[in-house]
């Protein structure tokens, strides 16, 4: 039983990381129907910023926020100079862009950076919390709340906001929602900025845990597809829903058979998914008619 209880911690603290990533995913692929596989590299620049700004004497709290602004500007840049001069253009161009665009942030990140493994202090000490029998560590709670707060905050704005009604304006049709004057590039633009803060805040929060690299947004960007095809690609509840029953499978699957087959769990999900429910869990059939 206690470690039936650690395999859930573990799991949910991952899995609140990857329906962050999958968050990110669904407000830009919802705006602009835009699968933007750079993601992951938004997670990677938090957390390594944060890193090199506080290892030169920045206070954590403002080089967590230095952080954030500066993942939110390349976001911008990102869809300004990569993502608004190729609208038009197929999916698949658009995916090889934004694949494109994860090369070359990383390769960016290595030479501005290190290729070592870096970690932030914890927040409220590294002593574990016993539980049950289990231990799970201040900074997993961290995480959970941080995360709890993200997602509270992105369906309040999306639900009570006239913000958040463009954005679903823009997301249901774009031509209708520009027809009623609707700045629909600049809420696509911010899609792109507020999914790069979330990206940057995944990363800051779970740093401390997990370390941060040049190279670690990669199979982020992968895990948090995958949690955001499961749950619905769309959906944000299905992205939160599809994050923690990831972390949740990738934990149990690694403590009961082999930690060896943990990152082919999100690839497994993802055909799955494929054969057995395309539009995930929490996504709608699709119709169209010719």
Request: aromatic share 8%.
């Given at each position: 039983?206690?470690e039936?209880?650690?395999?859930?911690?573990s799991g949910l603290t991952?899995?609140a990381?990857?329906a962050?990533?999958?968050?990110?995913?669904?407000?830009i692929?919802?705006?602009?129907?835009?699968v933007?596989?750079?993601q992951?590299?938004?997670?990677m620049?938090?957390g390594?910023?944060?890193?090199?700004l506080h290892l030169a004497?920045?206070?954590l709290?403002?080089?967590?926020?230095?952080?954030?602004?500066a993942?939110v500007?390349?976001?911008l840049?990102l869809y300004a100079?990569?993502i608004?001069?190729?609208r038009g253009?197929s999916?698949?161009?658009?995916?090889?862009?934004t694949i494109?665009?994860?090369?070359?942030?990383?390769?960016?990140a290595q030479v501005?950076?290190?290729?070592?493994f870096?970690?932030?202090p914890?927040?409220?000490?590294s002593?574990?919390?016993?539980?049950?029998?289990?231990?799970?560590?201040?900074?997993?709670?961290?995480?959970?709340?941080g995360a709890?707060i993200?997602?509270?905050?992105?369906?309040?704005?999306i639900d009570r906001?006239?913000l958040g009604r463009?954005?679903?304006a823009?997301?249901?049709?774009?031509?209708a929602?520009?027809?009623v004057?609707i700045?629909?590039?600049?809420?696509?633009?911010?899609?792109?900025a507020?999914?790069?803060?979330?990206?940057?805040?995944?990363?800051?929060?779970?740093?401390?845990?997990t370390?941060?690299?040049?190279d670690v947004g990669t199979?982020l960007a992968?895990?948090g597809?995958?949690?955001?095809?499961?749950?619905?690609?769309?959906s944000?509840?299905g992205?939160?829903?599809?994050g923690?029953?990831?972390g949740l499978?990738e934990?149990?699957?690694?403590?009961?058979?082999s930690s060896?087959?943990?990152d082919?769990i999100?690839?497994l999900i993802?055909?799955?998914?494929?054969?057995l429910?395309?539009?995930?869990?929490?996504?709608?059939?699709?119709v169209?008619?010719v």
């Amino acid at each position: 039983m206690p470690e039936l209880l650690q395999f859930a911690f573990s799991g949910l603290t991952v899995g609140a990381v990857y329906a962050l990533v999958a968050l990110g995913f669904t407000l830009i692929y919802n705006a602009s129907d835009v699968v933007n596989f750079a993601q992951g590299e938004f997670v990677m620049l938090g957390g390594m910023v944060t890193v090199f700004l506080h290892l030169a004497g920045v206070p954590l709290p403002i080089a967590a926020a230095l952080a954030i602004f500066a993942t939110v500007l390349v976001g911008l840049a990102l869809y300004a100079f990569a993502i608004d001069p190729a609208r038009g253009s197929s999916a698949v161009t658009v995916i090889i862009i934004t694949i494109g665009a994860s090369i070359f942030l990383r390769g960016v990140a290595q030479v501005i950076f290190d290729k070592r493994f870096h970690a932030l202090p914890h927040w409220f000490g590294s002593e574990p919390i016993r539980f049950g029998g289990a231990a799970i560590l201040p900074q997993s709670l961290v995480v959970l709340a941080g995360a709890a707060i993200i997602v509270a905050l992105i369906f309040v704005i999306i639900d009570r906001t006239i913000l958040g009604r463009a954005i679903l304006a823009t997301a249901a049709n774009r031509l209708a929602a520009r027809l009623v004057g609707i700045p629909v590039r600049k809420i696509v633009a911010l899609s792109f900025a507020l999914s790069a803060a979330i990206g940057a805040v995944a990363g800051i929060l779970v740093t401390p845990i997990t370390l941060t690299s040049y190279d670690v947004g990669t199979l982020l960007a992968l895990k948090g597809f995958a949690a955001a095809m499961l749950g619905g690609m769309g959906s944000a509840v299905g992205a939160v829903v599809g994050g923690i029953l990831l972390g949740l499978a990738e934990s149990f699957g690694a403590g009961l058979i082999s930690s060896k087959y943990k990152d082919a769990i999100a690839f497994l999900i993802i055909l799955a998914t494929l054969f057995l429910r395309p539009q995930g869990l929490f996504g709608k059939k699709s119709v169209e008619r010719v």
